[in-house]
């Protein structure tokens, strides 16, 4: 990456996208709506189960003007998930202010390890034990989705529900390869604590992206 890639990279104006793409959101709060997908380059939380890890190297993945992958999302559909990779490593406001001129909503997907950026509609915070969210962004998330991947991980559910605000949705999701061991002590736990509710990964039984 030269010098003047790396000021438009830290500017906004051009962002590492690994892929863009038009399909149903599989997950959470919004599943089964029509949404234009943004999954970036670059994450360094390090989750050992993450599914998509090619993403982690943002320098694998071209950097792209962020108002015309905003203009080419925005065709499609007016419902934008920004994703990753981890989203807020890079400076959002650009493509977000774009977004939002041409009448989009915005949904982002992040861990929270780094500080908020653009403008946002829905947050769907998915915390991490490999790097924890800022304080701040708790308060600010509509959507608290934690991934159960062994028993320990209902009490980081838990601990990170007494964090965000009483109107944030609580889900709880198997990592897709424990999904049948995990899902009977979900709705088990689900059944002791209603105020959590089981998101499933719909596009993978769907088989879409």
């Given at each position: 990456?030269?010098?003047?890639?790396?000021?438009l990279?830290?500017?906004?104006?051009m962002?590492?996208v690994?892929e863009?793409?038009?399909?149903?959101?599989?997950e959470?709060a919004?599943?089964g709506?029509?949404?234009?997908?943004?999954?970036?380059?670059?994450?360094?939380?390090?989750c050992h189960?993450?599914d998509v890890?090619?993403?982690?190297?943002?320098?694998l993945?071209?950097?792209?003007?962020?108002?015309?992958?905003?203009?080419?999302?925005?065709?499609?559909c007016k419902?934008?998930?920004?994703?990753?990779?981890?989203p807020l490593?890079?400076?959002?406001?650009i493509?977000?202010?774009?977004l939002?001129?041409l009448?989009?909503?915005?949904?982002?997907?992040?861990?929270?390890?780094?500080?908020?950026?653009?403008?946002?509609d829905?947050i769907?915070?998915?915390?991490?034990k490999?790097g924890l969210?800022k304080?701040?962004?708790?308060?600010?998330?509509h959507?608290?989705?934690?991934?159960?991947?062994?028993?320990n991980d209902?009490?980081f559910?838990?601990?990170q529900?007494?964090?965000v605000?009483?109107n944030?949705?609580l889900?709880l999701?198997?990592?897709w390869?424990?999904?049948?061991?995990m899902?009977?002590k979900?709705?088990?736990?689900?059944?002791?604590?209603?105020?959590?509710q089981?998101?499933?990964?719909?596009?993978?039984?769907?088989?879409?992206?």
């Amino acid at each position: 990456m030269d010098l003047v890639e790396d000021i438009l990279l830290k500017e906004g104006k051009m962002l590492p996208v690994m892929e863009h793409f038009y399909t149903i959101q599989g997950e959470g709060a919004h599943t089964g709506k029509a949404a234009y997908f943004i999954r970036l380059g670059g994450c360094d939380v390090g989750c050992h189960w993450c599914d998509v890890k090619e993403s982690w190297d943002p320098n694998l993945h071209p950097l792209i003007n962020a108002e015309e992958i905003a203009e080419t999302a925005a065709k499609h559909c007016k419902t934008i998930v920004l994703t990753g990779g981890e989203p807020l490593m890079w400076n959002l406001d650009i493509l977000t202010g774009k977004l939002k001129e041409l009448g989009c909503t915005i949904h982002i997907e992040t861990s929270g390890a780094y500080p908020m950026s653009g403008q946002l509609d829905w947050i769907t915070l998915s915390p991490k034990k490999t790097g924890l969210p800022k304080e701040e962004i708790y308060a600010k998330a509509h959507e608290l989705k934690v991934i159960i991947f062994n028993n320990n991980d209902f009490k980081f559910a838990q601990e990170q529900a007494e964090k965000v605000s009483d109107n944030c949705r609580l889900y709880l999701q198997s990592e897709w390869s424990k999904r049948d061991a995990m899902y009977p002590k979900m709705t088990d736990f689900i059944l002791e604590h209603p105020r959590w509710q089981a998101s499933v990964q719909t596009h993978k039984y769907l088989n879409i992206p």
